[in-house]
């Protein structure tokens, strides 16, 4: 039985779902397909069948959702099943719904489709983030990333670039368009790719801190009961001084840099702080490694007679 606070967080995870889903919607309605740029994804997809036939995206984005739906949902568990669910539904409505707002269609009076293409793009991404944020997605390539990047070590946004290389080059083969368009939704493509890399992976970026203060002792009981930080002691020595000491190393997220940096100085206002990015952490409290899974020998067996026939 879910608890009241259970049921709040819930209640708060879809709905910043729909926040996401709603951005998502409305940069393609208000700045994308007035203009024909055909991004990636079931969305752009969609998008290109719209150009071409005027079949419309709502009911193209349900269908084609649907089997890679199931896939989601067998891999990635029953809660995302049901949170992308709830995002592809709603997101079939509000394609079929904004367009009839007046003050959203607009802001597709913006003349310019570079500009629409960079804002098209990056407010997909935003919305992106906030739906991944909570578990959710909003199906197609969202639910291939995911799945990919669960298993190996590759960042969301080139997932996308991937998958959406070959989406987005097809409109080429519509009657009405050309190279201009292909190159409008590459660059559509690569601002959402961009973003979605700054917004997923920025929050998960590390610091790694070298303290050096003859207050040793009292600035790592500081950093470890106070900041809840690990700290490491190593044993230093000053060349010019020729005094010995310890070296204080702290791995940090990014975010926590400047509260660290302040509860430093209020220990020891003279020690001398080096700060390094991290291009990746790994253990309690930071990243897992994703090891790739071995097929099991019956598996193996049958790989081994499908390849022996």
Same mark, same amino acid.
């Given at each position: 039985?879910?608890?009241?606070?259970?049921?709040?967080?819930?209640?708060?995870?879809?709905?910043?779902?729909?926040?996401?889903?709603?951005?998502?919607?409305?940069?393609?309605?208000?700045?994308?397909?007035?203009?024909?740029?055909?991004? #990636?994804?079931?969305?752009?997809?969609?998008?290109?069948?719209?150009?071409?036939?005027?079949?419309?995206?709502?009911?193209?984005?349900?269908?084609?959702?649907?089997?890679?739906?199931?896939?989601?949902?067998?891999?990635?568990?029953?809660?995302?099943?049901?949170?992308?669910?709830?995002?592809?539904?709603?997101?079939?409505?509000?394609?079929?719904?904004?367009?009839?707002?007046?003050?959203?269609?607009?802001?597709?009076?913006?003349?310019?489709?570079?500009?629409?293409?960079?804002?098209?793009?990056?407010?997909?991404?935003?919305?992106?983030?906030?739906?991944?944020?909570?578990?959710?997605?909003?199906?197609?390539?969202?639910?291939?990333?995911?799945?990919?990047?669960?298993?190996?070590?590759?960042?969301?946004?080139?997932?996308?670039?991937?998958?959406?290389?070959?989406?987005?080059?097809?409109?080429?083969?519509?009657?009405?368009?050309?190279?201009?368009?292909?190159?409008? #939704?590459?660059?559509?493509?690569?601002?959402?790719?961009?973003?979605?890399?700054?917004?997923?992976?920025?929050?998960?970026?590390?610091?790694?801190?070298?303290?050096?203060?003859?207050?040793?002792?009292?600035?790592?009981?500081?950093?470890?009961?106070?900041?809840?930080? #690990?700290?490491?002691?190593?044993?230093?020595?000053?060349?010019?001084?020729?005094?010995?000491?310890?070296?204080?190393?702290?791995?940090?997220?990014?975010?926590?840099?400047?509260?660290?940096?302040?509860?430093?100085?209020?220990?020891?206002?003279?020690?001398?702080?080096?700060?390094?990015?991290?291009?990746?952490?790994?253990?309690?409290?930071?990243?897992?490694?994703?090891?790739?899974?071995?097929?099991?020998?019956?598996?193996?067996?049958?790989?081994?007679?499908?390849?022996?026939?």
């Amino acid at each position: 039985m879910l608890s009241a606070v259970n049921i709040l967080k819930e209640i708060r995870s879809y709905v910043i779902i729909s926040l996401g889903v709603f951005l998502y919607c409305f940069s393609w309605v208000a700045f994308l397909i007035p203009h024909g740029v055909a991004g #990636g994804g079931v969305t752009g997809i969609s998008s290109i069948i719209y150009y071409a036939t005027g079949f419309e995206i709502s009911y193209t984005y349900l269908i084609i959702n649907v089997g890679l739906l199931i896939a989601g949902t067998l891999v990635l568990g029953n809660a995302f099943g049901l949170k992308t669910i709830f995002a592809i539904f709603l997101a079939s409505a509000l394609f079929k719904i904004l367009p009839e707002f007046q003050w959203i269609t607009e802001f597709s009076d913006i003349p310019d489709t570079f500009i629409n293409a960079i804002l098209g793009g990056s407010l997909t991404a935003i919305g992106i983030s906030w739906i991944f944020g909570q578990g959710g997605s909003t199906g197609g390539t969202d639910i291939i990333a995911l799945i990919v990047s669960k298993y190996r070590e590759i960042s969301l946004g080139k997932v996308f670039l991937y998958c959406d290389l070959l989406i987005v080059g097809s409109i080429y083969f519509l009657p009405d368009k050309g190279l201009q368009d292909v190159i409008y #939704g590459y660059i559509q493509m690569v601002s959402f790719s961009y973003m979605l890399d700054v917004l997923i992976t920025g929050s998960k970026q590390s610091v790694q801190i070298l303290i050096f203060t003859s207050k040793y002792k009292e600035m790592a009981d500081m950093v470890s009961n106070d900041l809840n930080r #690990g700290v490491t002691a190593l044993q230093s020595l000053g060349w010019h001084s020729k005094q010995e000491g310890k070296l204080l190393v702290v791995i940090a997220r990014k975010q926590q840099l400047a509260e660290i940096t302040q509860a430093i100085m209020e220990v020891d206002n003279r020690a001398f702080i080096s700060v390094c990015s991290a291009m990746s952490v790994y253990g309690n409290g930071f990243e897992t490694v994703k090891v790739r899974r071995k097929p099991n020998a019956e598996f193996k067996q049958i790989q081994d007679k499908i390849t022996k026939e």
